[in-house]
């Protein structure tokens, strides 16, 4: 059977992105780190749904394809301006990332291209892209819910120790008990060293 062209974008992307995604799990940190995690559910996800898709075009596959892409898409875009989840700032803009993004797009090209070709109407379409890019929102607001729940998933660079040399009481600006100084009470005189005898003696002669 002659597969259509709307097919063949929806799985091409599928499988880019997918395997782009694995690509980077140990660049994210593996399995130690949430977002190696979330980088290998999201891969195996989009590999899986490019077969499913390839064998059978059903409703319940074109809503999973769109919620993938579109959620996957929104997530990206809010990272680049706000802090990521479980980590301490908003991500870099890279090649990677890019072209990830673009395969994702070319799911949600081509499921819309399957919705005219099933003269179903792309305008009906739309909301179901909206919904799909709102849940990339609520994905990024469980995960920063999720840093509470999660500790041990955050990056070595939100649990390490502050270093000594930072530390606003390190031992370089302690003051040792020796070199402390006494406070004198107001009002009270300092007092005077001892004079030997001698010295005193010394000191009225020469005042003579």
């Known amino acids: 059977m002659r597969l259509r062209e709307s097919t063949w974008l929806a799985v091409s992307g599928g499988l880019i992105a997918g395997m782009l995604h694995l690509a980077l799990v140990a660049q994210r940190g593996g399995l130690r780190d949430a977002h190696g995690i979330v980088f290998l559910a999201l891969g195996l996800a989009q590999l899986g749904w490019a077969g499913l898709w390839l064998v059978e075009r059903s409703r319940a596959g074109w809503l999973l394809g769109l919620a993938l892409a579109g959620g996957s898409i929104a997530l990206w875009l809010v990272?680049?301006?706000?802090?990521?989840?479980?980590?301490?700032?908003?991500?870099?803009?890279?090649?990677?990332?890019?072209?990830s993004k673009l395969a994702e797009a070319m799911i949600i090209a081509g499921l819309l291209l399957h919705e005219h070709e099933e003269r179903r109407g792309v305008r009906r379409a739309l909301p179901w892209v909206a919904g799909a890019l709102a849940l990339g929102m609520v994905t990024y607001a469980g995960g920063i819910a999720a840093e509470s729940m999660f500790p041990n998933l955050l990056p070595a660079f939100r649990t390490r120790p502050l270093p000594a040399s930072r530390s606003p009481r390190s031992a370089s600006t302690r003051r040792s008990p020796s070199a402390w100084t006494p406070r004198r009470a107001p009002g009270s005189r300092a007092r005077s060293s001892p004079t030997s005898p001698s010295t005193a003696r010394t000191t009225s002669r020469s005042r003579g």
């Not at 990272?79 to 072209?99: H, K, N, Q, S, Y």
């Open 79 to 99: 990272t680049r301006v706000a802090r990521a989840p479980f980590g301490d700032g908003a991500e870099a803009i890279d090649a990677a990332g890019l072209v």
